[in-house]
């Protein structure tokens, strides 16, 4: 089920007085699917290095940055349409994009269509780089509920990317299935986060042969009206939210105030799931503190011991 890509060297254009910009690893389009999922990115918005930190995790990325630490994105790609879409514009949309272009194999250097879970900064700050002040793209189609479609329209500064015909929103309605081409349909679900500007939403993403899961963000399992276990049931792949490991990793703040599931509870609750149903969970969305961002710590040695999966920068899955 999981297809490790080769992975190619990108070289990013700069001015030609700049440093010439550090390679990065994208996934490339040999002995891909007709239409494929791409993971673009798998860290929580801030990133790694985090602003300001002064933890080991964070203390030689300063110095040496990992070119596959990329805030959490995937990437659709249809070769039978020639569409690609990109699910979430993370601060790494510069390089995601490219990343997408090339696994593609498209001349098109922006994707057909962004969508949007919800207005926490890893997950919509991206869409500034389609702004004037960069891209200056033509109406580039933004998926996004209604909550979210109000913020971008009347907020700014993303209300200048409706008005100057960047970005054309584009409505989604939770639970309503969109068909984009032949071969693809996306279905939105509300999911329960902290909604202080939009509603949160994952995504059921279906292509001609499987069907993938995505909730990036979502505060507690026991909080939703939904059994995800019956979700997992309905699909190939599950990209679910893995942003602390436990609750002893954040020392700084206070980690009531920022609920999610943790991978440890997740694996407890999952445990009784049969080998087949476990191996489609792929965690995402780690915070730079989460020891699951390094291959061989141990953390990462007991979700794979337990079956499951950790989503990683560069793997491609058939849809």
């Given at each position: 089920?999981?297809?490790?890509?080769?992975?190619?060297?990108?070289?990013?254009?700069?001015?030609?007085?700049?440093p010439?910009?550090?390679?990065?690893?994208?996934?490339?389009?040999?002995n891909?699917?007709?239409v494929?999922?791409?993971?673009?990115?798998?860290?929580?918005d801030?990133?790694?290095?985090h602003?300001?930190?002064?933890?080991?995790?964070?203390?030689?990325?300063?110095?040496?940055p990992?070119?596959?630490?990329?805030?959490?994105?995937?990437?659709?790609i249809?070769?039978?349409?020639?569409?690609?879409?990109?699910?979430?514009?993370?601060?790494?949309?510069?390089r995601?994009?490219?990343?997408?272009?090339?696994?593609?194999?498209?001349?098109?250097?922006?994707?057909?269509?962004?969508?949007?879970?919800?207005?926490?900064?890893?997950h919509?700050a991206?869409?500034?780089?389609?702004?004037?002040?960069?891209?200056?793209a033509?109406?580039?189609?933004?998926?996004a509920?209604?909550?979210m479609?109000?913020?971008?329209?009347?907020?700014g500064p993303?209300?200048q990317?409706?008005?100057t015909?960047n970005?054309?929103?584009?409505?989604?309605?939770?639970?309503?299935?969109?068909?984009?081409t032949?071969?693809?349909?996306?279905?939105?679900?509300?999911?329960?986060?902290?909604?202080?500007f939009?509603?949160t939403?994952?995504?059921?993403?279906?292509?001609p042969?499987?069907?993938?899961?995505?909730?990036?963000?979502?505060?507690?399992?026991?909080k939703?009206?939904?059994?995800?276990?019956?979700?997992?049931?309905?699909?190939?792949?599950?990209?679910?939210?893995?942003?602390?490991?436990?609750?002893?990793?954040?020392?700084?703040?206070?980690?009531?105030?920022?609920?999610?599931?943790?991978?440890?509870?997740?694996?407890?609750?999952?445990?009784a799931?049969?080998?087949?149903?476990?191996?489609?969970?792929?965690?995402?969305?780690?915070?730079h503190?989460?020891?699951l961002?390094?291959?061989?710590?141990?953390?990462?040695?007991?979700?794979?011991?337990?079956g499951?999966?950790v989503?990683?920068f560069?793997?491609?899955?058939?849809?």
């Open positions: 089920m999981r297809n490790l890509l080769l992975l190619a060297s990108l070289c990013l254009l700069t001015c030609c007085t700049d010439p910009a550090q390679p990065i690893s994208v996934p490339t389009a040999l891909s699917s007709d494929s999922l791409v993971v673009l990115g798998n860290v929580q801030a990133g790694a290095p602003v300001a930190c002064r933890k080991d995790c964070c203390k030689d990325l300063f110095d040496h990992d070119v596959k630490r990329q805030v959490t994105s995937l990437g659709i249809d070769r039978i349409s020639g569409k690609t879409y990109l699910f979430e514009a993370s601060p790494d949309l510069t995601q994009t490219k990343a997408l272009k090339t696994a593609a194999g498209t001349d098109q250097e922006l994707p057909d269509g962004i969508f949007l879970t919800h207005a926490h900064i890893g919509y991206g869409l500034m780089y389609l702004g004037k002040e960069a891209t200056n033509d109406r580039v189609p933004v998926y509920m209604p909550r479609r109000s913020f971008l329209t009347n907020d993303w209300s990317l409706v008005s015909n970005i054309a929103l584009q409505r989604l309605t939770a639970d309503s299935t969109l068909q984009l032949p071969q693809l349909q996306v279905t939105p679900f509300r999911v329960p986060h902290r909604d202080e939009s509603e939403v994952g995504y059921l993403i279906s292509g042969n499987h069907k993938a899961l995505f909730i990036p963000d979502i505060d507690k399992w026991e939703w009206d939904r059994r995800i276990e019956d979700l997992i049931a309905e699909v190939d792949y599950a990209f679910l939210d893995g942003t602390f490991y436990d609750a002893a990793e954040l020392n700084t703040r206070d980690i009531s105030q920022i609920p999610h599931p943790f991978v440890s509870e997740s694996m407890q609750r999952f445990a799931l049969s080998a087949a149903e476990k191996a489609k969970i792929n965690f995402i969305h780690f915070n503190t989460n020891r961002l390094v291959t061989d710590s141990e953390e990462t040695k007991e979700v794979i011991r337990q499951f999966q989503a990683d560069g793997e491609q899955f058939g849809l």
